[in-house]
């Protein structure tokens, strides 16, 4: 089955503990993105990815770091959470047709 | 000004009627046009993607686009209970990097 796969589904932590939300996409998809979701705000990109060891950041990058070794797999971290980061992620991979999402990670930083 | 407006809704309709979801969009640029839909606690997921203006046609649905208005709808014929979800549009920029509307509402009474 074609998806993408996200963990952890759930986080709550505290400030400043890093963390990693991995992504995973089984449809060869050379374009990976990340997005966060507030209230209001609708869907914003943090950060997105051409293809392998090519990234670039998209329209709220502040306090996120991404990486892309592998075609597949592209990691969210964050070095050094704060409250202002607790939000709905999502990681989608694209095509010419469309871009297809993961199920989300819903993270809460204290 | 954001790129794409939205209204948020809630819009609440009785089972059985046309919805129309509508978009602007504020940059000529735009070529590709996509309509998502949320349920919740799930990553959106692509209902509806189209090229330039004109209508395309899926079922119960149909988006249509009117570039010299920068215009963005979706119709929804013979609405179920189970339409009911958050609908957002997007629209393409360049290399796969979409610009989201806020997201609307809606909900499908039985």
């Known amino acids: 089955e074609a998806q993408v796969t996200q963990n952890p589904r759930y986080l709550i932590t505290v400030t400043g503990k890093k963390l990693t939300v991995t992504c995973s996409q089984n449809?060869?998809?050379?374009?990976m993105s990340w997005y966060r979701q507030d209230p209001g705000l609708g869907l914003r990109q943090i950060y997105y990815s051409m293809n392998v060891e090519v990234t670039d950041k998209g329209d709220v990058p502040e306090g996120y770091k991404v990486s892309r070794k592998e075609k597949r797999n592209f990691p969210l971290i964050l070095e050094s959470p704060s409250p202002n980061q607790t939000s709905l992620y999502f990681c989608a991979s694209g095509s010419e047709v469309g871009q297809f999402f993961g199920p989300g990670t819903r993270l809460t930083v204290l | 000004q954001k790129e794409v407006e939205q209204d948020p809704g809630p819009l609440s309709v009785p089972e059985g009627a046309i919805v129309s979801l509508n978009c602007t969009y504020s940059?000529?640029?735009?070529?590709?046009f996509m309509w998502y839909r949320q349920y919740s606690r799930k990553g959106p997921e692509l209902l509806m993607y189209?090229?330039?203006?004109g209508n395309k046609e899926d079922g119960r649905f149909t988006a249509q686009v009117d570039k010299s208005s920068k215009y963005i709808s979706l119709f929804i014929r013979d609405s179920q209970p189970s339409d009911s979800a958050t609908y957002l549009c997007?629209?393409?920029?360049?290399?796969?990097?979409?610009?989201f509307g806020a997201g609307t509402i809606l909900r499908v009474k039985s």
């Open positions: 449809m060869n998809h050379e374009y």
């Open positions: 189209t090229y330039s203006s």
């Open positions: 940059n000529s640029a735009f070529q590709y």
């Open positions: 997007a629209t393409e920029l360049y290399g796969n990097k979409l610009v």
